[in-house]
């Protein structure tokens, strides 16, 4: 049994034109909140038809897409390499509009670390550390994102229900113990590049880690 959440709710609401540099351009439905539990500037995107499908209440209907995605300034902005945050970032985008659903956009840099020390990892990880282990070289854990504002932002948006657009099962463990109901999980595609396959590799250890451990209460 989940601890009920305390009430977030919809600060402010803006319809924003989006356009990636591939070309590809959409428009988007913005949300940000107020009363979330870390107070951070949280957004989440409606995209596509978001309404008609955060309404489908029937157990048997669609549920919407909704991804998750983690602030990454390098990756997201400049096309950093060293990741494949901006690709899964577009890819989300273009498939949540097409299905109709939110993309919300966490303000937790390097897992919850910060920019400044997600530079400090990637110095250790040029000393041959991966991504993991460089975050508790620095002291803190291997991943310390807390998913807590996204079921609240959910609530507010009245969405209960969700496919979930991510490869981390973690997301998935975390959102179902707030009180979101995960009906299924849709795998993101994995972009490859001589940069960042180390790096991708950390991710897949670190998800099967994941998958296979105990649940702690």
């Not at 990636?20 to 009363?35: H, I, N």
């Not at 009180?179 to 490859?192: A, D, H, K, Q, R």
Request: hydrophobic residues 40%.
């Amino acid at each position: 049994m989940h601890a009920p959440l305390p009430t977030a709710t919809v600060r402010t609401q803006v319809t924003v034109p989006l356009r990636f540099p591939d070309g590809y351009s959409t428009t988007a439905r913005v949300f940000s909140f107020d009363g979330l539990v870390d107070a951070r500037e949280h957004l989440a995107f409606g995209l596509g038809d978001w309404a008609a499908a955060r309404d489908r209440n029937d157990v048997d209907a669609v549920t919407p897409l909704v991804r998750p995605h983690s602030e990454c300034l390098t990756g997201d902005v400049f096309g950093s390499q060293r990741c494949d945050c901006g690709p899964q970032l577009r890819e989300a985008v273009q498939r949540i509009a097409e299905a109709g659903g939110f993309l919300l956009y966490l303000r937790q840099e390097g897992r919850g670390i910060g920019l400044y020390p997600k530079l400090d990892a990637y110095a250790l990880q040029d000393a041959g550390l991966d991504t993991y282990q460089a975050n508790v070289a620095l002291g803190h854990g291997e991943d310390e994102r807390d998913y807590t504002a996204a079921a609240q932002m959910l609530n507010a948006l009245g969405v209960s229900r969700l496919a979930l657009l991510s490869n981390n099962p973690e997301k998935a463990e975390q959102l179902g113990r707030l009180g979101v109901t995960v009906t299924e999980s849709v795998p993101t595609g994995l972009y490859m590049s001589p940069a960042n396959a180390n790096y991708l590799a950390a991710k897949a250890s670190r998800a099967a880690r994941t998958v296979d451990r105990p649940f702690v209460s």
